[in-house]
């Protein structure tokens, strides 16, 4: 979804998106996600573009991105939804934004952008891989994969799920808890 900086108007720009619309399209195809990732394109929530001074202009506003990734432990799929609050700067890189780009490169919260246009749905994209857990969880209690059988720890696919999995090296030091319980 891109825009003409001059298009914008002095008062802002409001942009509302359903979540029925395929916002993130393309997008999500010129990006690299990481292994087992997927995000949805459709998009949900508010966002203002205000002009600012010295040729600035402010991204501000919710929005609700669903996604669907790979467990770490258990290598499962699940489905989660990231709520993005941005408050960015968009700056014009070079004499026109009249700030070198060291400078804006040293705030986080600044994107640089080249030529007349913003593509809005290449930030979205871009905020959400950034609020993707580094290693996903299906659920804090995922006991992962059982490394003797391969099914999921604890599932009705572990086929040794009564046993016990130890090193046999702390088989003695075990022998001496049990003693001291009894």
């Known amino acids: 979804m891109k825009i003409r900086i001059e298009d914008i108007p002095e008062e802002g720009l409001e942009l509302h998106f359903s979540g029925q619309e395929n916002t993130l399209s393309s997008a999500i195809q010129t ?14 929530g508010d966002l ?13 506003g919710n929005l609700q991105v669903a996604a669907i990734m790979q467990c770490s432990r258990c290598l499962s799929e699940f489905g989660t939804e990231q709520t993005l609050d941005l408050d960015l700067v968009i700056r014009r890189r070079g004499p026109e934004g009249g700030i070198p780009d060291e400078v804006a490169l040293a705030d986080a919260e600044t994107i640089l952008v080249d030529g007349p246009d913003i ?17 996903p969880l299906c659920s804090e209690e995922c006991a992962g994969l059982c490394p003797t059988c391969g099914a999921v720890a604890g599932s009705k696919e572990c086929t040794c799920r009564e046993q016990e999995h130890g090193d046999p090296r702390w088989a003695a030091l075990a022998q001496l808890k049990a003693k001291m319980k009894e």
């Open 119 to 135: 593509d809005i749905s290449e930030i979205i994209v871009q905020e959400v891989l950034l609020e993707l857990p580094m290693k």
């Open 48 to 60: 203002r573009l205000s002009p600012g001074k010295k040729k600035d202009l402010f991204l501000a």
């Open 31 to 44: 990006v690299a996600l990481p292994e087992g990732t997927r995000i949805s394109p459709k998009v949900k």
